[in-house]
């Protein structure tokens, strides 16, 4: 085995590790935040998903699975997107919790009537503040370069995390509603 070889298999490993602790935390930690977030979810007529960057993506993903479970999901600043209003949820995420573009958008969600639920690593942050549910992800934020929280770069353990979060949800959702995978099949994209 080579330099390279060695060096993934330990690069895997060491995210896996971060990852399996992640998760070991928020289950133990605050499991109500994940289930008030699924609830708010499965309550709203519409769920619009919002992030920058990575988080962004992630959170792509979970409007796509929410969607294939039968939910009317949309992507924030996608020109399909219609206009928030009363009793859709906003769902966001933002390491810091301070992205201004996300709390802006979390604003204006809570001031036409909807709620915002809301990943980051922040309980006490301007995100988390307007938050009906907050899901606290203990990880390092983009721009914490100590590796106490974290040995990979930037807020790559928060942007996973994000992923596994939005398909823990769906999951979730998926089996509270009963329905089976070949229910659900038909709402994946026939055009790719």
Do not use: C
């Amino acid at each position: 085995m080579d330099v390279l070889e060695a060096g993934v298999g330990y690069s895997l490993t060491r995210i896996r590790n971060e990852l399996d602790a992640v998760i070991d935390e928020l289950v133990h930690r605050d499991p109500l935040a994940l289930a008030r977030t699924a609830d708010l979810i499965s309550a709203a007529p519409r769920v619009f998903v919002f992030g920058a960057g990575r988080s962004g993506l992630a959170l792509r993903m979970t409007a796509m699975r929410l969607m294939h479970l039968g939910l009317d999901a949309h992507v924030v600043g996608e020109v399909t997107a219609p206009a928030i209003g009363k009793n859709d949820l906003l769902l966001v995420a933002s390491g810091s919790g301070t992205t201004g573009g996300i709390v802006r958008a979390a604003s204006t969600a809570i001031d036409a009537g909807a709620r915002v639920a809301a990943i980051t690593t922040a309980p006490h942050s301007p995100l988390a503040g307007l938050a009906a549910a907050t899901i606290i992800v203990p990880a390092a934020d983009k721009l914490d370069r100590s590796g106490t929280a974290s040995a990979q770069y930037a807020g790559s353990l928060f942007e996973q995390t994000v992923m596994i979060l939005g398909d823990a949800l769906f999951h979730a959702l998926w089996q509270r509603s009963g329905q089976t995978a070949d229910e659900l099949w038909p709402r994946h994209a026939n055009i790719e």
